[in-house]
């Protein structure tokens, strides 16, 4: 079992850029694939990025953050990062993310453990 906990969120201008952090506490961190999902007031949870597990070289991301953000992770401080550049108004939302041991998928239903998720809000 891997307990997850997000952090890095914050207010931030259209343009800016901020670095989320998702620390997990447990065994075998490197052998869970990773995601970053995000939801928005009154919309369904989306994936916006995935990492594979191990030495994180296979990626997904979604087509609205592409050449914007970049997942990466660090097996040796069991974290998964989110850096996200020129940010928008529409990547406000409630930034989530979860493991799973296997191949990495954006279906968020597919993922057995989640953090609790931190506020990521970008001003125009």
């Known amino acids: ?46 994936s916006v990025a995935t990492i594979s597990s191990w030495h994180g070289g296979s990626t997904y991301y979604a087509d609205s953050v592409k050449g914007r953000f970049t997942i990466s992770r660090d097996n040796a401080k069991n974290t ?15 930034y989530y993310c979860a493991a799973r041991v296997g191949i990495a ?6 993922y057995d453990y989640w953090g609790q998720g931190t506020q990521v809000t970008v001003s125009s």
């Open 1 to 46: 079992q891997v307990q997850l906990v997000e952090s890095g969120g914050g207010l931030v201008q259209a343009g800016g850029s901020l670095r989320l952090s998702c620390a997990a506490s447990g065994r075998s961190f490197s052998s869970y694939a990773m995601g970053w999902f995000r939801q928005a007031p009154g919309k369904e949870r989306d």
């Open 80 to 94: 998964v990062y989110l850096h996200m550049n020129s940010l928008k108004p529409e990547d406000t939302a409630v």
């Open 105 to 110: 998928t954006p279906r968020s239903r597919e």
